[in-house]
């Protein structure tokens, strides 16, 4: 079930400068500035979708970190963790320009093999879907909405 997140709606939002003709758009959570490329622009949306709703806090997230996932080096896109600061949602990133497949939400669900969050998230800034994983029963379902910590 595809999400209506109207992530367009949060380009003001984002600050963005300009630096020898090259752009680029200022990360709240590495706090530093990253350049422009379309899975960037959409992953700034999706943060700013997060933070400025309320819906995360910035304290409880993680941008682009490095994994192990069988002995490889993997970098994942978002982490959103719960409040004993352990992974909550496993966010996959995407240009727009990219479709959500069967592959991408197979590249999630191996990175997930690792961290072992109950949600996860996968968005190209116009498709997004969450996922919500059952790991004693060993099954996923589909859900409607972005996962929230309140019992």
Known sequence: MNLDL?????KSHLTIKNI????????????KYIQLQPEELVR???????IHNGIFSKNLIQVEKMISVNQMKKRFDIV?????????LLVEVKSHTVPITQSTLDQVAIYNM???APYLL?????TTYSVAIDFDQRTYEFIDHIPDMTP
């Open 80 to 88: 959103i963790y719960d409040q004993d600061i352990q992974p909550f």
């Open 20 to 31: 020898d003709d090259v752009k680029y758009i200022l990360d709240p959570i590495r706090k």
């Open 6 to 10: 109207n992530l367009h709606e949060y």
């Open 44 to 50: 700034q949306l999706l943060l700013a979708y997060f």
């Open 122 to 126: 996968v968005t190209n800034g116009v």
């Open 114 to 116: 690792t961290l072992k």
